[in-house]
């Protein structure tokens, strides 16, 4: 499955991705931004031990963000599906820093938003997000996520407590945005919008 927006793809992750991702993972400052679980240098074997992992579960998926020309930027992944609720987690990362900030990020949201509600079939969405980085919060709320609630000192990065905020996005809140089934993957009108 692949889905294009305007300036990015999302599609599964593949084996032969893992060489241009494995620099994201080991950069600082896209790992500060991204994930508050500092960890060291991953290597290449680390990395497909891990996707061989993903793949064996039911409860992750790993997809690749891509420009239309194929340039890799970037990941998405849900995990901690729950059959009961239709309840998932999910987190994105830019890994090419020359896109930060230019919409790529949030048109990748919106296109994962569409693979796992109208095909997916989840019932809700839910991230946590550092305090400190603003400019993946407003594309979150740019994308209809509603804050949900604050996890306090909920992590410590370089030697400092974070707090994270909790987010989430409904079923029937991503259909009143988006519609269903209609493709669009464009931004929420702003009378549409419920946030």
């Known amino acids: 499955m692949r889905l294009t927006g305007e ?27 991204a994930d508050d679980n500092p960890h060291p240098s991953m290597t290449l074997q680390e990395l497909e031990e891990r996707y061989e992992q993903e ?35 999910t987190g994105i990362l830019i890994g090419v ?9 949030s048109e ?4 994962w938003l569409k693979y796992l509600f109208e095909h997916r079939h989840v019932h809700k969405v839910s991230l946590t997000v550092s305090d400190f980085n603003l400019r993946a919060i407003h594309a979150y709320e740019k994308c209809g996520f509603r804050r949900d609630g604050v996890l306090r ?7 400092k407590y974070v707090d994270h905020l909790v987010m989430s996005l409904l079923e029937d ?18 009378s549409s919008r419920t946030i």
């Not at 032969?16 to 991702?21: M, R």
């Not at 039911?58 to 239709?86: A, K, M, N």
């Open 7 to 33: 300036k990015v793809a999302i599609r599964p992750i593949e084996r032969a991705d893992l060489p241009v991702i494995l620099p994201w993972w080991n950069d600082p400052e896209v790992m500060y931004y």
């Open 97 to 105: 820093k020359k896109y930060w900030g230019q919409g790529y990020g």
């Open 153 to 159: 000192h909920n992590a410590v990065i370089n030697g």
């Open 108 to 111: 990748a949201i919106r296109l």
């Open 55 to 89: 793949k064996r579960s039911d409860s992750i998926e790993r997809f690749v963000i891509e420009t239309l020309d194929g340039e890799l930027i970037g990941d998405l992944v849900y995990f901690g599906y729950r059959p009961d609720t239709r309840n998932v987690q």
């Open 173 to 190: 809140e991503y259909v009143r945005l988006y519609g269903t089934g209609s493709g669009a993957i464009s931004e929420p009108s702003s």
